[in-house]
């Protein structure tokens, strides 16, 4: 077994590949409730190594112990995929996202920057899964996204550029129903 302290994750990568933060050895995942749904069931057709992948995603391992377990190069095609395909989720944000519905009845609801950040997240996913190197401006626009409406408008091209792409057309109008859901949940 490796060891995991020296497992990096910010190993040199091509143009165009994975976006760092995405990869950030202490960032923890945890399975949605399609993630769930597929270790479960096994419904969505995932490869073996993305589905141990995606069973090792527990909501309390970070990537850096996961990538005691599991290849590099596998965690850096698998990780990618399964957020953008919302199998899995940063639990950090998540519980980010859970401390602003807290706030009490009768007071509106700020746009904060960490509710973005796993809409964000799975948006860049998709992006530099279905553009490649085409990705850079789009994820650019979509991290500089500060509120519900700047990432509304991102959405709109990073929507249009996934549908014009060769491996993202067929998803493209999943991926904008489920942003759509997201930001209107903030």
């Known amino acids: 077994m490796r060891d ?9 990568r091509p143009a165009g590949d994975v976006p760092a933060f995405i990869l950030r ?3 923890i995942y945890a399975k949605t409730a399609r993630g769930h749904e597929e270790v479960a069931m096994r419904s969505f057709g995932l490869t073996p190594k993305q589905r141990r992948v995606l069973i090792m995603m527990n909501g309390k391992k970070d990537l ?4 005691g377990f599991v290849p590099l190069s596998e965690l850096r095609e698998a990780v990618p995929f399964l957020l953008a395909e919302m199998f899995i989720a940063d639990t950090a944000e998540d519980a ?3 401390e602003e519905e807290d706030v009490p009845d009768g007071k509106e609801r700020a746009d904060h920057g960490a509710a973005l950040v796993p809409i964000k997240q799975m948006m860049t996913a998709a992006a ?5 190197l085409l990705a850079g401006d789009i994820v650019r626009r979509i991290e500089s ?5 700047a990432l509304q408008s991102a959405a709109g091209y990073w929507h249009v550029a996934i549908l014009e792409s060769k491996t993202g057309a067929d998803k493209a109008g999943i ?6 859901r997201a930001i209107a949940a903030l």
Not at 145 to 149: E, I, K, Q, T, V
């Open 145 to 149: 996204a500060g509120d519900r409406a």
């Open 4 to 12: 995991p302290s020296s497992a990096t994750l910010h190993a040199p």
């Open 25 to 27: 050895p202490s960032v």
């Open 128 to 132: 530099s899964r279905h553009l490649g």
């Open 175 to 180: 991926y904008l129903d489920e942003v759509r």
């Open 96 to 98: 980010a996202s859970k």
């Open 64 to 67: 850096a112990a996961i990538a």
